[in-house]
């Protein structure tokens, strides 16, 4: 049973989209120009588009937790790369040791929370009242190991010059123990809210069954965009993992942003489409840049011209284009035919429709193949195709259904 939405819902979620854009806001003011900018710019980024997906969700959807857990999650990493820009700014004055110390644990939670996150989706309830307890292991785990790294003694590990203000050396080790407690919890939660999600869309159906599927899709996204990120980093070799951290970025926002559709059910017949179509030019894309690279490198062995010759690389790029068209075609024609057998189908019908028209006279005939071919491919609840004809002067029109 859904929990009953907070009073002034709307009012809190746009307070937390506030906070989490001034702290932004703050730490990019702070940072100046650090030589990490563009990694505190992606992750202030990152952090406001989250706090507006749990703006929208906490605002139209009060009683899903999700949408606040979104908030928090938001709230979390931006005061930490805040807490981050405040200490580089100000240690080592006492204001910046506290900043520093924020920076040991406030993002734990900023992530963390996205186990609970996986156990609630899309719903915002648990798949049975049995998985409360699941829920409670994550909760505890991420209390104790928010514990452990507030009090654990040491020095910080953004800042290895100043030691904890808060350490307990005397507590050293029972804190080692509750962070190994902490942390097995919440790795047992992560797996359990993994077995969740596979259980759910494995048992989903109608509209439960499209949000799953846009879930599905962020995530293929993430290990993709990694690869993509590994692959087109030796491009720029003078900022180091610079591009594979911002394809990790852009991915991990896709997630709560294809979750933000799901729940709020915005345009969800989509999604085969958009499936489909990043299948193909991922796909497309792979193929056309090695046939690049293997162009580039026979012409460089065929034609007597130095290494990375404009021509070359003009006449590669021109290959690349006009190999786009049919490779995309032939392409298309494959992922169709391998995971969207449905759309593959209808098309053929469609074809072999084109061919009967071409040879058939009789109206009446070429009215009914219409008639069953749309229905066939586009499924519609009911056909009826209106005919006009002429008796006696007098026009009248007759319906023909799809039996």
């Not at 009242?129 to 928010?146: C, D, E, I, K, N």
């Not at 489409?273 to 193929?287: D, E, H, K």
């Not at 062995?301 to 284009?321: C, H, K």
Request: glycine fraction near 8%; proline fraction near 5%.
């Amino acid at each position: 049973m859904r929990r009953p939405g907070l009073r002034r819902g709307p009012q809190l979620a746009v307070a937390g989209l506030i906070a989490t854009t001034i702290s932004t806001v703050a730490c990019l003011l702070l940072v100046g120009d650090h030589r990490d900018l563009i990694a505190f710019f992606l992750v202030g980024l990152w952090a406001v588009a989250l706090s507006l997906v749990g703006a929208l969700v906490a605002s139209r959807q009060p009683g899903n937790p999700i949408g606040w857990l979104f908030l928090l999650s938001a709230t979390c990493v931006s005061f930490s790369s805040l807490a981050q820009a405040f200490a580089e700014r100000f240690l080592p004055s006492g204001p910046g040791e506290l900043a520093a110390w924020l920076t040991l644990w406030l993002a734990v939670p900023g992530f963390a929370v996205f186990v609970l996150v996986f156990l609630l989706f899309p719903t915002g309830d648990l798949l049975s009242p049995r998985w409360v307890w699941v829920m409670r292991a994550g909760w505890v785990g991420l209390a104790l190991m928010v514990l452990n790294l507030a009090l654990r003694p040491g020095t910080i590990d953004s800042f290895p010059t100043i030691d904890n203000p808060l350490g307990v050396e005397s507590a050293r080790s029972m804190l080692d123990l509750v962070g190994y407690v902490g942390e097995g919890l919440l790795i047992a939660a992560a797996v359990a809210a993994a077995v969740s999600l596979v259980l759910r869309t494995l048992g989903a159906q109608g509209v439960e069954r499209l949000q799953m599927k846009w879930f599905a899709l962020s995530v293929v996204f993430l290990p993709v965009a990694f690869l993509a990120g590994q692959a087109i980093q030796p491009l720029d070799p003078t900022e180091e993992d610079a591009l594979t951290f911002l394809m990790i970025m852009v991915a991990l926002l896709a997630i709560p942003t294809t979750m933000g559709i799901a729940i709020l059910r915005h345009r969800l017949y989509d999604i085969d489409r958009l499936i489909n179509r990043t299948l193909v030019y991922t796909v497309l894309t792979a193929l056309l840049a090695g046939a690049y690279l293997l162009a580039v490198l026979a012409l460089q062995f065929a034609l007597p011209f130095p290494d990375e010759s404009p021509a070359i690389v003009a006449a590669s790029t021109l290959g690349a284009v006009a190999a786009f068209r049919p490779l995309r075609t032939r392409v298309q024609g494959v992922v169709d035919r391998r995971f969207f057998r449905s759309r593959y189908n209808a098309s053929q019908t469609v074809e072999r429709f084109g061919g009967q028209v071409r040879a058939q006279t009789d109206i009446d005939g070429l009215a009914a193949d219409l008639v069953t071919i749309t229905h066939q491919t586009m499924q519609p609840a009911t056909v009826s195709l209106w005919l006009r004809d002429e008796v006696d002067g007098v026009q009248i029109f007759r319906e023909r259904r799809a039996s």
